[in-house]
């Protein structure tokens, strides 16, 4: 937009645009507002992760089993994916190795989040670059923090 072309342009006006030109930079929009996949097949985890990560702000949506996450990943781009391990349909590792495959998605950021606490399902989730691991159960602290530095660091 051409600046002249405004009949009463005035400082207010100004600092109006800067602050929505603020808004529109995308590193600001990777964190508040951020969209993030919830990958997870168990209904009373789905809504206590919906519930948490709305209230701070997020964008939710959410994918039930392993192949549908991979499909929702690639047309909705989310700035983040929360990805439990044992799922219906592909487990965790393999959607991480397809999300990493696909040029789409080969970047976003992946939480993993899992019951099982055996080394092996660590070291493969560092594997694929991880950017953290949480296990259940966990806090929401634990949970929000985790999500806030992956955001952050991407
Ligand atoms: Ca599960």
Do not use: W
Not at 82 to 91: A, E, K, S
Not at 93 to 100: E, F, G, K, Q
Request: hydrophobic residues 45%; proline residues 5%; aromatic residues 4%.
């Amino acid at each position: 937009m051409n600046a002249t072309l405004l009949p009463d342009f005035t400082p207010e006006l100004q600092v109006l645009r800067d602050a929505t030109e603020a808004t529109l930079l995308p590193r600001s929009a990777k964190i508040s507002g951020a969209k993030i996949l919830v990958v997870e097949d168990e209904p009373d985890v789905i809504r206590a992760l919906t519930m948490r990560l709305k209230f701070a702000g997020y964008e939710v949506i959410v994918a039930s089993d392993g192949a549908s996450a991979t499909r929702i990943a690639v047309t909705e781009q989310p700035n983040l994916i929360i990805l439990d391990i044992g799922l219906p349909c592909g487990d965790g590792h393999t959607v991480a190795r397809r999300l990493r495959e696909n040029m789409n998605t080969t970047t976003v950021p992946i939480i993993f989040l899992t019951a099982r606490t055996s080394q092996e399902d660590r070291a493969k989730a560092m594997g694929v670059g991880a950017a953290d691991f949480i296990t259940k159960p966990f806090t929401a602290e634990e949970l929000l923090a985790s999500v806030e530095r992956a955001l952050n660091s991407s």
